[in-house]
């Protein structure tokens, strides 16, 4: 089985500054990806960053990046410049395939507001 | 990019009653496809996994004569409330796994569903 565990359950930060969200994640599997999603207010789920765990460099998308640690299980997500548009729910979400193949496994959640 | 949309979008129904909501995937096919249950601020919960021209498959806990799935097409699932009940109350999300990208789904917009 595998786990996604979010520790910060609410997060704020002013626009233009940087926040980091945690995540630590288990699972036996070798391969698997990780994604963080948000959900906006409006409530639809949207992929803000993918990794695939064989790949050392970690993943960036314009301003949202993260930092990969496979030895400990960690994944966590820096967003940088904030804007008003990322106030969201963002949720640590693990595909780790195998007998649980297709399956995403979601952390707890962090609301994230950005304070203009 | 793939789309997945979700039918009604919001749906008010009354106790005892059935709802059905149907969940396509507009530009891609999708084998597989997944129901989740979400409350508010809080994560979703996976319900059931359904597989093109075959049974589903549900998460311990899910009652399967309450919750029917059935998944006709490789573009279209749909998920039945029957004898729906105030507790039932919900927002329901989809999920389709591209055949050809299967580490990675994408998601309906939501159905909220309100029971009176």
């Known amino acids: 089985a595998q786990t996604v565990t979010q520790s910060q359950p609410e997060m704020s930060v002013q626009e233009a500054e940087t926040v980091t969200l945690s995540c630590t994640y288990d699972t036996s599997e070798n391969n698997y990806y990780l994604f963080w999603y948000k959900q906006p207010p409006s409530r639809q789920m949207i992929l803000v960053i993918r990794q695939e765990a064989y790949k050392q460099q970690n993943a960036t998308e314009n301003r949202f990046s993260v930092n990969f640690q496979k030895a400990a299980k960690s994944f966590s997500l820096k967003i940088s410049d904030s804007q008003l548009g990322d106030t969201a729910m963002y949720f640590c979400v693990a595909n780790a395939g195998g007998t649980s193949y297709g399956k995403l496994t979601f952390g707890q959640g962090t609301i994230l507001t950005v304070h203009p | 990019g793939a789309v997945v949309s979700q039918h009604p979008s919001w749906v008010i129904c009354k106790s005892g009653t059935s709802v059905k909501i149907e969940c396509r995937s507009l530009d891609f096919q999708a084998t597989t496809m997944f129901w989740y249950r979400q409350f508010p601020k809080q994560s979703l919960m996976l319900m059931a996994t359904?597989?093109?021209?075959?049974?589903?498959?549900?998460e311990q806990g899910v009652e399967k004569d309450k919750f029917l799935i059935n998944h006709a097409s490789l573009t279209l699932s749909t998920l039945t409330v029957t004898s729906a009940h105030p507790e039932d109350s919900s927002f329901y999300i989809c999920s389709a796994m591209d055949s050809g990208r299967a580490y990675e789904q994408y998601f309906g917009p939501g159905t909220r569903l309100t029971v009176t």
């Open positions: 359904s597989n093109e021209g075959s049974k589903a498959t549900y």
